[in-house]
């Protein structure tokens, strides 16, 4: 398995970005991080340090198209960057009485073009290189668009099939694609949730099962493996059956 040493990771102040950021954390590693929390961002980086990582902080809008270039290409020049992971994403659905305008354009600002605006400087930097690995944050979500969260699962939709197809694209030049697709973790994402969610994982087991993945260059980092499976059958049902199903779902 590789063993990355420079490694970007956005939305690393919380849940699944801080858990990566911890997972990676080691003697020898370079962590270039970046999170909408100062407070809980500069905790993240203790943590990480005291693994023996050297840290890199900088607070960036993933919604910057050019702040996240800048930050990008410098984080680069301190360590050639070999694995870049654009996790942040914010999560919103209908259940406060359905989905505004604006809640939808936020949700795609921050979950698609967030994510265009991390990989795409770093593309070009790995691909002169001819290597390294990029971490597209997904969710089991995408495989199907549930009324209870209609712009959340149809973010992550975008960014895992443009994900999946910009995996061949790179692959002549030794840049790795993985799109990451977690189920239910215990992050401030899912603690907002007043309904019931199956196979629920502590973040650092879920971390620890992300990193193996990217470290393996695997295409698809689904987990865990019942909720995938079902995810997958919820996008092959007949719509008809699919919307008595999800008429009875809880509203996130």
Known sequence: MTRFKSVLITGASSGLGAGLARAFAASGTILH????????????????????AEVHLR???????????AWVQA??????????????????????????????????AVNVDGVFNTVMPALPLMRARGTGQIGIMSSLASFR?????????????????????LRGEMAPFGVGISVICPGFVETPM???????????????RAS??????????????????PMHLMARMAGCLPSALMDRIAARMPKK
């Open 33 to 52: 991080l970046s999170g909408r929390h100062g407070g809980r961002l500069d905790e993240v980086a203790g943590q990480c340090r005291a693994r023996g």
């Open 208 to 225: 620890r099962i992300m990193a193996d993945g990217l470290r393996a260059n695997r295409g698809r980092i689904a987990f865990p493996w």
């Open 190 to 204: 899912t603690a907002v949730n007043r309904f019931s969610m199956p196979f629920l994982m502590d973040v650092e």
């Open 59 to 69: 607070q960036v809008d993933v919604t910057d198209s050019a702040a996240c270039a």
């Open 145 to 165: 668009g549930f009324p209870g969260a209609p712009a959340y699962c149809a973010s992550k939709a975008a960014v895992r099939v443009w994900g999946e197809g």
């Open 75 to 108: 984080a680069d020049s301190v360590s050639p960057l070999d694995l870049v992971i654009a996790n942040a994403g914010i999560s919103a659905g209908t259940g406060g009485g359905g989905e505004t305008a604006a809640q939808t354009k936020a949700i795609f």
